[in-house]
């Protein structure tokens, strides 16, 4: 059982540049999400989707979009890498029921210059 | 909106000994969740202890336990017997149960267990 696979772990962009960093979960979760993290602050939400089909705005998600095609697959696409986007990315997914809780990848240290 | 509040930048513990990590909150639901989270040098964010706000009896995990007090919209995190391996931020999240189920983090707080 993998949980939630984030690739790529780390990555430069130069300004302009484009990438698309992928989310893949095996537990057949509705819910999945991206975070970003700024130094020092704690996770704020870019994009999510309830299925496959869906997806919705988050709090800060200018310069970004998704696709959710599938149930296990969540990836995020950076249009025209700006150095206002160097962060930290999380891929979740979220375990309702019961014992609500999120399932989270490992990160993506991204850094534009 | 929900906002998350954790008013200790950075703490130190001696090894061995309890430290309490504060967390307040601001909610107009009754329906959500508290969680705490850890994440060390790895960047993995690692679930602590969570909370229903619909029960009263606070939560344990073996060494972690919390302080929810409901009416005082507060939630603090209890590290008893701290070790080594403790060292790493903690992050105070609230999520509602409702539409996007999202979390809501407070900044962290960063811990130091010295030996």
């Known amino acids: 059982n993998a949980g939630v696979t984030q690739t790529p772990k780390f990555r430069i962009l130069k300004i302009g540049q484009s990438m698309t960093l992928q989310c893949t979960q095996d537990?057949?979760?509705?819910?999945m999400y991206w975070y970003r993290q700024d130094p020092g602050m704690g996770l704020k939400l870019i994009y999510y989707?309830?299925?496959?089909?869906?997806?919705d705005k988050g709090e800060v998600p200018n310069g970004y979009n998704v696709s959710r095609s599938t149930t296990e697959d969540f990836p995020l696409r950076l249009e025209l890498a700006a150095p206002s986007q160097t962060s930290v990315y999380f891929c979740?997914?979220?375990?309702?029921?019961?014992?609500?809780?999120?399932?989270f990848g490992s990160g993506t240290r991204l850094t534009v210059v | 909106a929900q906002t998350v509040t954790q008013s200790q930048p950075e703490m130190s513990v001696q090894e061995a000994e309890t430290v309490t990590l504060s967390c307040t909150y601001d909610t107009s639901e009754s329906n959500y969740y508290l969680f705490w989270y850890k994440q060390p040098p790895s960047r993995q964010m690692i679930l602590v202890i969570r909370?229903?706000?619909?029960?009263?009896q606070n939560a344990t995990e073996n060494r972690f336990s919390v302080n929810f007090q409901k009416a005082a919209k507060s939630f603090s995190l209890k590290i008893s017997d701290s070790q080594l391996g403790d060292t790493a931020m903690y992050f105070c999240?609230?999520?509602?149960?409702?539409?996007?189920?999202?979390?809501?983090f407070g900044k962290g707080t960063k811990l130091s267990v010295i030996p």
């Open positions: 909370q229903e706000a619909y029960k009263q």
């Open positions: 999240a609230f999520m509602r149960l409702a539409g996007s189920y999202q979390l809501t």
């Open positions: 979740a997914s979220l375990l309702q029921g019961d014992n609500y809780g999120y399932t």
């Open positions: 989707s309830v299925g496959a089909g869906i997806t």
């Open positions: 537990m057949n979760h509705n819910y």
